[in-house]
């Protein structure tokens, strides 16, 4: 059985959310952002069946800072490679590497491969990216994948991911990289707020997979804030923490609070949606 984390805790009551890491080197690397994964991963809130973190996690980043993602809609650990996608990823992160920066490459899948295969297959193809990613330079972080917003009778989540998460997990283990626990801190959240709440987030009504525009800025917030607590920047990796702060947003997520209270986008259109801000928006008003 999972158990919170406590130091999450840290991660609004103390330090986490309220105040930026000095630089601690003069020659920090420029720090730069690669994403590959799903549609859970993906930017876009036009196409059904689509909607993922990505696009609010980009938003959560310093201007200047560079976020290219390469989530693709219906992708696997190994349909991703057929469809060329991911090759233009690791062409990215090459380029990216050349520059002289600091290249991150978040990995999430799960919720596709569990479709077609056993976690340990999505395990070993996760090794072989992290392979890849590591022989070009890059910096490979794990991630658990977001939760499906599905509730049992009873108030909690029915998890059916919790394997694929293990896989990332081991893969992390044993390459030595940082894991992100998505799709336990997603659960905690969903389940502290409710099924109706949650429900808000959704892209389209019965879609509880995909993400609306303030489900795509709450959960890339959280994944902002996950990397916060568990990937040493300055310390491993050479570079400046590169996040801009959004404290309401960040203390609602880790305090358990609802903050989503009308769907953002109300015809589920993109063209619809009302404007939002990268950071500092309170979605209550």
């Known amino acids: 059985m999972w158990h919170r984390d406590t130091r999450w805790d840290t991660t609004y009551s103390q330090h986490g959310v309220h105040d930026t890491k000095p630089v601690k080197k003069q020659t920090a690397l420029e720090p730069a952002f690669v994403l590959i994964g799903d549609s859970t991963t993906a930017n876009n809130t036009v196409t059904p069946n689509s909607g993922g973190w990505g696009n609010g996690f980009c938003a959560s980043l310093r201007p200047g800072v560079s976020c290219s993602n390469f989530g693709s809609n219906g992708a696997t650990t190994g349909t991703i490679v057929d469809r060329g996608v991911y090759g233009d990823a690791l062409g990215r992160v090459k380029e990216q590497v050349g520059m002289g920066k600091a290249v ?17 297959s999505t395990a070993q193809n996760l090794t072989r990216f992290v392979q890849d990613i590591q022989g070009l330079g890059g910096n490979p972080i794990l991630l658990t994948p977001l939760s499906r917003r599905s509730f049992y009778e009873n108030g909690t989540i029915a998890d059916q991911l919790a394997a694929w998460g293990d896989a990332a997990r081991g893969v992390a283990t044993a390459s030595n990289d940082p894991l992100l626990p998505l799709l336990e801190a997603s659960i905690h959240y969903l389940e502290s707020i409710g099924q109706a709440p949650s429900q808000l987030l959704n892209r389209l009504p019965a879609d509880r997979t995909h993400l609306n525009v303030g489900g795509q800025y709450l959960f890339g917030r959280m994944v902002a804030d996950l990397m916060r607590l568990f990937v040493p920047f300055e310390e491993r990796y050479e570079t400046s923490e590169p996040f801009v702060v959004d404290a309401p947003l960040s203390e609602a997520i880790w305090t358990g609070k609802q903050y989503v209270y009308t769907a953002v986008c109300p015809s589920y259109n993109a063209s619809d949606c009302e404007g939002i801000a990268p950071a500092g928006t309170d979605y209550t008003k």
């Open 104 to 120: 991150f490459v978040t990995l999430q899948f799960g919720h596709n491969d569990q479709k077609v295969g056993p976690p340990e």
